[in-house]
């Protein structure tokens, strides 16, 4: 059984930047297309980033394209979201989610195969 653990998260002021990490256990993500997606408080999961299998091919979000960089290190079974400029609407709980194929499918939460328990980023002054 796949686990994944986020950490990373934090309150952070406006235009600072964050790093979150995605750690996997118990099976490996070298085969997993690795997504990103957020919870802002009263309003659905949205998602904001994925990267393929082999790091190859990332996906952003029209919102967040630019600011966000996403990475993976296979051999840490570690993924990473990288997040620059944030603004008061980054606010949200972010997840990581493993889709166990190589190609990211986009961001509908119901392809993914794994969630962790989320990292609640706040951005406030």
């Known amino acids: 059984q796949l686990q994944l653990v986020e950490s990373g998260g934090g309150l952070v002021q406006p235009g600072g930047s964050l790093r979150l990490s995605c750690a996997a256990s118990?099976?490996?993500?070298?085969?997993?297309?690795i997504g990103w997606f957020r919870q802002p408080p009263g309003k659905a999961r949205e998602g904001v980033s994925c990267i393929s299998s082999s790091g190859g091919d990332t996906l952003y979000a029209d919102s967040v394209k630019g600011r966000f960089t996403i990475s993976r290190d296979n051999a840490k079974n570690t993924v990473y979201l990288q997040i620059n400029s944030l603004k008061p609407e980054d606010t949200a709980v972010y997840y990581c989610?493993?889709?166990?194929?190589?190609?990211?499918?986009?961001?509908?939460?119901?392809?993914?195969?794994?969630w962790g328990q989320g990292t609640q980023v706040t951005v406030s002054s």
């Open positions: 118990g099976l490996s993500l070298g085969a997993d297309a």
């Open positions: 989610a493993a889709y166990r194929g190589h190609s990211c499918p986009g961001f509908v939460p119901y392809e993914y195969d794994y």
